[in-house]
């Protein structure tokens, strides 16, 4: 779709308004891992490097374009191509250490030089490819991969929304075996029977994040790569389609940071910095911190 300069303004305004509530969510999240000493335990640094890579994204994306194909533009392609592929696989280290510690019983802190290459390293691929070929410019409402051709959509599947997609399916069969093994765990005490209970409704909201941040922007992506592939015989997506996905483009960091950050050892840990209440210790947790009594958590690791 061709967009004038005042949809350009107002596809820009949403996603600011929207990359904004990311970067404060984001910088709650680093802020409180840097300055809360009792917070920095292995589980919560992984939510530390999705909060920054979702942070970096907000920030690449909040910087204006012209709606052109200059330098400017094809390096907030590439690094946003980066962060956002970043972000994504971050979400599925923080699936394959719960995995880790839930059902296979491992040390989640061997893997942390592999979960470093594996999330800052391998996106650098994504980033480069398109750059190499001149492919970057502005699509949409926003910049990234131009989709001006066959080859350029090739590449926008190949380099971003087919793993995206492999890794929600995997995401989501990770927790679903996750639930399934503390809700068939035994139980000594209705206290902790309600306990797993929160536990599993909170588990079922990390893959539904980036199934709401990625779906609106897959199918507006879709409709494109159909328009193109069928010379046209569609109707061109409305503006608000191209605002929606841009909204969802720009709102991983705010949910990750209510979701994967905003948890109950970092709200009880604010609330005695401001209170100044008496410290006590918190346990090396992410998901499973309202779980307190280590010798029935089921990820004591986590």
Same mark, same amino acid.
């Given at each position: ?65 012209? +709606? ?40 989640? $802190? ?10 800052? +390293? ?24 131009? +989709? ?44 902790? *029977? ?41 109707? $061109?997506? *409305? ?24 948890? +109950? ?38």
């Amino acid at each position: 779709m061709a967009l004038d300069q005042e949809d350009r303004e107002t596809v820009y305004l949403a996603m600011a308004i929207t990359c904004s509530l990311s970067i404060i969510g984001s910088l709650f999240v680093c802020s409180a891992f840097i300055l809360l000493k009792d917070l920095r335990v292995f589980a919560f640094r992984l939510v530390s490097y999705l909060a920054f890579t979702d942070m970096c994204a907000a920030l690449v994306l909040i910087f204006p374009n012209n +709606g052109s194909t200059d330098t400017a533009c094809k390096i907030q392609s590439a690094l946003s191509s980066y962060f956002t592929f970043s972000e994504t696989l971050f979400t599925s280290v923080i699936a394959h250490a719960l995995y880790s510690a839930v059902i296979a019983h491992k040390n989640i $802190e061997v893997y942390h030089k592999k979960y470093l290459l594996y999330g800052f +390293g391998i996106p650098i691929i994504p980033a480069i490819v398109p750059w190499i070929g001149d492919h970057y410019g502005f699509s949409g409402g926003w910049c990234w991969i131009k +989709g001006d051709d066959y080859y350029e959509i090739i590449l926008e599947y190949a380099l971003f929304y087919i793993p995206l997609w492999l890794v929600l399916a995997y995401i989501t069969y990770v927790h679903a075996k996750v639930i399934k093994q503390i809700s068939s765990d035994a139980t000594t005490s209705n206290k902790e *029977t309600l306990l797993r209970k929160k536990l599993v409704r909170k588990l079922k909201l990390y893959p539904l994040v980036l199934l709401l941040c990625q779906t609106p922007i897959s199918i507006y992506r879709v409709f494109l790569s159909i328009q193109y592939w069928t010379g046209q015989l569609y109707k $061109e997506p *409305t503006l608000v389609i191209i605002i929606l996905g841009g909204v969802s483009l720009c709102s991983h960091g705010f949910l990750n940071s209510l979701v994967y950050g905003f948890t +109950g050892a970092v709200r009880k840990k604010i609330k005695q910095l401001i209170c100044r209440k008496k410290k006590t210790p918190v346990e090396d947790s992410m998901m499973y911190d309202i779980l307190k009594d280590d010798s029935t958590s089921p990820a004591k690791d986590f």
